[in-house]
């Protein structure tokens, strides 16, 4: 059986600042195989990794990600508001993650944030840099906004999607054929063993989020999910070893 990928959401974000390179790296010490990040972008086009379209809760500054260039947003502190030995973290490049975990083999969930805001182009430049970088098979590209997705394979039919969702969906795996989605990212709660079973059968995987009791993971692992996304990549990794998994 293939190893089941241990998402790092944001990064570790139990144990640090979300979405900080200090997030990211603690995420692969704490034995992540994946980092989950957000994607949004800069007013001269950059992408920089962080969750909400306002820098107000993570940086304590005002006003949209998008009224920001890169060079005025790199000057912000987005590691304070967590803890005092996180002072001076920024909110990083995309590039900057994918150079960190390149040579790790590091599976990235690239999760583009353009449900609200729909940034032009956002699709096209972050296949790019994922090229540039050499990293396509490396990459699952996740969003709520689906057309985006198809957006994805219309440039790119060999990077990895995964439709993101909360609950209700009938089928969801049929609906992921329709919208061209290698993967279900479902909220964890709407997700039922069997449910697993048959979108496998469909050749579509699950990495249901967000993950954070030893009770869920492990019901998880049974039902053989492909990904889990969790705030705690360290817990799921114990229960991983311990199954030898
Ligand atoms: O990718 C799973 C999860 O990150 C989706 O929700 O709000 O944490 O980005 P959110
Ligand atoms: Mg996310």
Redesign the pocket.
């Known amino acids: 059986m293939t190893q089941l990928i241990n998402?790092a959401?944001?990064g570790a974000s139990a144990v640090c600042p979300e979405n900080t390179m200090a997030a990211f790296a603690k995420g692969l010490e704490l034995g992540a195989t994946g980092i989950?990040t957000?994607v949004q972008m800069t007013k001269d086009g950059r992408l920089v990794l962080i969750?909400d379209e306002s820098v107000t809760r993570t940086t304590g500054a005002k006003g949209l990600v998008q009224d920001y260039t890169y060079e005025e947003l790199s000057k912000l502190d987005a590691g304070s508001w967590f803890g005092e030995d996180f002072h001076g973290e920024r909110i990083p490049l995309l590039e900057e993650l994918l150079e960190l975990t390149k040579s790790h083999g590091t599976i990235i969930?690239i999760?583009l944030?353009n449900s609200i805001i729909q940034y032009p182009e956002m699709e096209k430049r972050v296949i790019e840099a994922v090229s540039h970088y050499k990293m396509s098979e490396q990459i699952v590209i996740?969003s709520?906004n689906h057309y985006s997705l198809v957006e994805c394979k219309n440039i790119d039919p060999e990077i990895r999607t995964?439709l993101?969702y909360g609950e209700g969906l009938y089928k969801p795996w049929e609906y992921a054929k329709l919208a061209k989605a290698d993967a279900l990212?479902a909220d964890h709660r709407a997700v039922l063993p069997e449910w697993v079973t048959e979108a496998k059968q469909s050749g579509v995987v699950y990495?249901p989020?967000?993950v954070n009791t030893e009770e869920r993971m492990k019901a998880l692992i049974k039902a053989e999910v492909a990904g889990i996304?969790t705030d705690y990549p360290d817990v799921l990794s114990r229960l991983l070893q311990t199954k030898g998994a």
């Open positions: 998402f959401h944001r989950e957000d969750h969930n999760e944030k996740s709520f995964g993101l990212h990495h989020w967000t996304i």
